[in-house]
């Protein structure tokens, strides 16, 4: 009799916590889903592991509203309950054991919302997909033609297939890239005997525009432990990745990147100064050699129609030297959602701007490929024309015709020599473009694979053809150890046993010791509107650094300072700003921009990137001695108007 009561007593015992533990994750999946309320699982893990800089309001307030009075509400109902029934020997147990399944099915019905099995599944189990069906570029012969083609590379702004009309292969009612169309349909996209459009189809780690560049040029998703664009936080880029900018400046090519934003984003700089050295002519190298006014912005940076000017001066300046071969690289930018830029070669005759933007587009494109026909250099290079990624426009899925219409990238290659040995319509992803790009430019590769691409003008099928969407998707989001390793990335550069990085008050404490040691540097830089959520102790902090801004009262500028042994060279502004200096043989550059101006951060150091580049205050300590960067911290100091 003790037994079955001692069990029974344990049986209570176990229930409660059984209880107490269904209620807190009710609790807490409420709080996740209301905070989060359209983010993947992946995407809520990073910003429960991402510093939260200085506790305020604005962070306290969703965890009070929808986590501990949700919480408490919970608990008070199960007191009452077990006060009221607890009498009851059949009824109390049969009302707990609702309750739980009610709890049971809500947890599992958020969990499932924001597909929380996949992210499980995708980081628990992992795969040896990637690398077993991975071609190393190092290990695979290459026999470039005794006349080397120039190749001009061309990404367009999430442009698609979909934008033309159902009577070409587009998928809508009217046709509004007709100028991109008359150039694929001269031309070669895999599409077989069939007149229609066609296209390569971006697949998980390809979706962005830093991913797609990835597996058009290495063959590879991005998969990385960082968020889409943070890889302006790393020092290299797959460094031992060899991609189609190695493999060119390996056989003489000149390496040009011209674009009309801060390259620095996303780590575009870093990728294509590590892979192919390239000259990179970006915003801020245009304003440097005065390529446009030095005060000049829109948009991002310039608009398109600048972009194919300075791209048509280079390439006369390249095509100059004809012996030696050249690849430039361009990225438009206009067409970026959410409405695209309206510039002045814009018409009206859509009935909403993006529609209006990306005709202008098309136009600008056709344009740009008629004056590269006229050109002396024309008859030895090979273009290739590709949307980067399909749209992100929000409105853009609507006006779809059919809603099994198999989206696709535009993909145009364009005065290529290279003959296919088979006329059947390919099923092709942005990966298998890596090895095409060489076959285009006569280069024979020994196995017609790349990465994981197929050479389109080859037999061999590709893995999309062989696997189909879904299954080489899925295979391609388990974790995979070989891409981790290839990846190196440093999740922290900050040396914990000098910082104490719990929030910036703290770190704020840990700098002022090294403010006049002779040994450190400090950098600092704000993206966004970074200080407004400063606090008045922050701000005193600040202040004892030797910085003399007033954050609160310029809480949406721009910001950037250097502090060296005692000396500080700071700069604020409403536009986006740069600071420089050489201390000793190290070169300092700080940039900064607000909201209005651009939205980032670069901290670099030598020529390296080191900046976190995200939200908030960015801070970087380098020590002069080690020639080492100790910290790269950054801070969420910004609050929303909205909140």
Request: aromatic fraction near 12%; proline fraction near 4%.
């Amino acid at each position: 009799m003790m037994f079955f009561n001692r069990l029974r007593k344990t049986g209570k015992v176990l229930f409660v916590l059984l209880s107490a533990l269904f209620t807190l994750a009710t609790s807490a999946m409420l709080y996740l889903h209301i905070t989060f309320p359209t983010a993947r699982m992946e995407e809520i893990a990073f910003q429960l592991q991402a510093p939260i800089g200085q506790l305020n309001i604005s962070i306290l307030k969703p965890v009070f509203l929808y986590f501990l009075i949700p919480l408490l509400v919970q608990l008070l109902v199960h007191y009452l309950l077990a006060k009221k029934l607890n009498c009851h020997k059949v009824f109390y147990p049969i009302v707990l054991m609702a309750i739980l399944l009610a709890q049971t099915f809500f947890c599992t019905k958020i969990a499932l919302i924001h597909g929380a099995p996949a992210f499980i599944k995708n980081n628990i189990i992992t795969s040896d997909f990637i690398v077993k069906n991975y071609i190393d570029p190092r290990n695979v012969k290459l026999t470039f033609p005794k006349r080397k083609r120039n190749f001009i590379h061309i990404y367009l702004e999430g442009i698609e297939n979909t934008c033309a009309d159902k009577k070409v292969g587009g998928g809508f009612k009217t046709n509004i890239i007709p100028g991109l169309t008359e150039i694929a349909l001269k031309n070669e996209s895999f599409a077989g005997d069939k007149r229609t459009l066609h296209g390569a189809r971006p697949l998980l780690g390809s979706t962005w525009t830093m991913g797609a560049t990835f597996a058009t040029e290495a063959g590879l998703p991005l998969k990385i432990k960082l968020r889409k664009n943070e890889m302006s936080s790393q020092k290299h880029f797959f460094k031992d990745v060899k991609t189609l900018g190695n493999i060119l400046q390996e056989n003489g090519y000149r390496t040009v990147l011209i674009k009309g934003i801060d390259t620095t984003f996303a780590g575009t700089n870093i990728f294509y100064r590590e892979h192919g050295n390239y000259l990179i002519m970006d915003h801020p190298y245009s304003q440097k050699h005065h390529l446009i006014p030095t005060n000049y912005k829109v948009w991002w940076g310039y608009e398109d129609e600048k972009l194919f000017a300075i791209t048509k001066q280079k390439l006369l300046d390249l095509a100059s030297d004809p012996e030696r071969p050249f690849a430039l690289t361009i990225y438009t930018n206009d067409t970026h959602p959410i409405n695209g830029l309206v510039c002045r070669k814009c018409k009206n005759d859509y009935p909403d701007q993006y529609s209006n933007v990306i005709a202008c587009s098309s136009r600008q494109i056709k344009e740009f490929v008629d004056w590269l026909q006229r050109q002396e250099f024309w008859s030895n290079t090979t273009i290739l024309i590709h949307g980067d990624h399909i749209t992100m426009n929000p409105g853009f899925k609507q006006k779809i015709s059919s809603k099994k219409y198999y989206r696709t990238v535009f993909t145009s290659f364009l005065n290529s020599p290279a003959k296919k040995t088979i006329t059947k319509r390919r099923d092709y992803s942005t990966f298998d473009l890596f090895p095409t790009i060489l076959a285009s430019l006569n280069v024979r590769i020994q196995g017609d694979r790349l990465g994981l691409g197929v050479n389109l003008y080859s037999k061999k099928a590709t893995l999309l053809e062989k696997l189909g969407e879904k299954k080489f998707n899925r295979l391609l989001a388990y974790r995979s150890i070989f891409m981790e390793n290839l990846a190196q990335i440093r999740t922290t550069l900050t040396d914990t046993r000098l910082f104490d990085t719990q929030n910036v008050n703290s770190f704020l404490r840990s700098l002022q010791p090294m403010v006049n040691n002779e040994r450190y540097v400090i950098a600092i830089g704000i993206r966004e509107a970074g200080t407004r959520g400063l606090s008045p102790e922050s701000v005193i902090l600040l202040k004892q650094l030797g910085l003399k801004t007033d954050f609160k009262a310029r809480n949406t500028w721009s910001f950037a300072a250097l502090i060296n042994n005692g000396h500080v060279l700071e700069k604020a502004d409403v536009t986006a700003i740069e600071l420089f200096q050489k201390i000793g043989s190290d070169r300092f550059v700080v940039k900064s921009a607000n909201h209005s101006s651009g939205n980032y951060c670069s901290i670099q150091i030598n020529g390296v990137e080191y900046a976190p580049n995200l939200r908030g205050m960015n801070f970087v300590v380098y020590d002069k001695e080690r020639k080492w960067v100790v910290a790269s911290q950054r801070y969420d100091t910004h609050v929303s108007s909205a909140q």
